[in-house]
């Protein structure tokens, strides 16, 4: 049964980048069947898809955080990571990986529900 | 951006009632939509997706409906164990993939 963990520093300083990673086991990264995602819920809101990445290196992300995301994969190590720059207090939020299935359209790729999650991680952007 | 809203943003119900939650789309989703379930301190967990397939090991009383714009998640006998927070979330019109603001089920 596949599962994620997430790991990184729980304190980051504004202005600085925020780095974590995801670790996957269980199960393959290499998978050709899934997108790895990042969300993140602010503290008592509603969650926020941050972007996803195929293990190819095909990454998509959300409109509103794409000029300071970046999210990599390491199959090797079966981990992908997200760094995000220039952080913010609005930054602060619990930080969930997710597995995300994929499927096909006449050669178009789409994503499904995200079907599983790791525990998540509580980021802190303060001084 | 497609714009997801839940409804109602509290819901007071008794165990073994029905419980009703409601997410409109502010354009068509076709059936291209989730819901998650959320405790306290826990990360969100898949209940259904393409709008009314249960995901993997989620009970019978759990259902979903609708297409386009307008969506129901039904639990048809609170267990104690489903009050929560409940999500929704489209995955046809993409970038980005959003969520409803949740539903608080509470007990009544």
């Known amino acids: 049964q596949v599962q994620l963990q997430e790991s990184g520093p729980g304190l980051v300083t504004p202005s600085q980048n925020l780095s974590l990673n995801c670790n996957v086991s269980?199960?393959?990264?290499?998978?050709?069947?899934?997108?790895w995602s990042w969300n993140r819920q602010h503290p008592g809101k509603g969650l926020e898809w941050v972007g996803f990445?195929?293990?190819?290196?095909?990454?998509f992300y959300n409109p509103s955080l794409r000029s300071r995301v970046t999210i990599s994969v390491d199959t090797s190590k079966m981990q992908f990571s997200l760094k995000l720059s220039s952080v913010t207090a609005a930054d602060t939020a619990v930080y969930y990986c997710?597995?995300?299935?994929?499927?096909?359209?006449?050669?178009?790729?789409?994503?499904?529900?995200?079907?599983?999650w790791g525990q998540g991680i509580t980021v802190t952007v303060s001084s | 951006e497609i714009v997801m809203t839940q409804s109602p943003a509290t819901l007071s119900v008794s165990p073994g009632e029905r419980a009703t939650l409601s997410c409109r789309a502010s354009?068509?989703?076709?059936?291209?939509l989730a819901w998650y379930q959320q405790k306290p301190g826990q990360a969100p967990r898949l209940l259904i997706y393409?709008?009314?397939t249960r995901a993997t090991n989620i009970p019978a009383r759990f259902s979903g409906s609708g297409s386009g714009t307008e969506f129901t998640l039904t639990i048809s006998s609170l267990q104690s164990e489903d009050f929560a927070v409940y999500y929704c979330?489209?995955?046809?019109?993409?970038?980005?993939?959003?969520f409803g603001q949740g539903t608080r089920l509470e007990i009544k």
């Open positions: 990445i195929h293990y190819s290196g095909s990454t």
């Open positions: 393409s709008a009314s």
């Open positions: 269980g199960g393959s990264i290499s998978s050709g069947a899934y997108y």
């Open positions: 997710a597995r995300v299935k994929r499927y096909s359209i006449e050669g178009v790729w789409y994503p499904y529900a995200f079907d599983i």
């Open positions: 979330q489209q995955y046809d019109n993409w970038p980005p993939i959003t």
């Open positions: 354009e068509s989703v076709s059936s291209n």
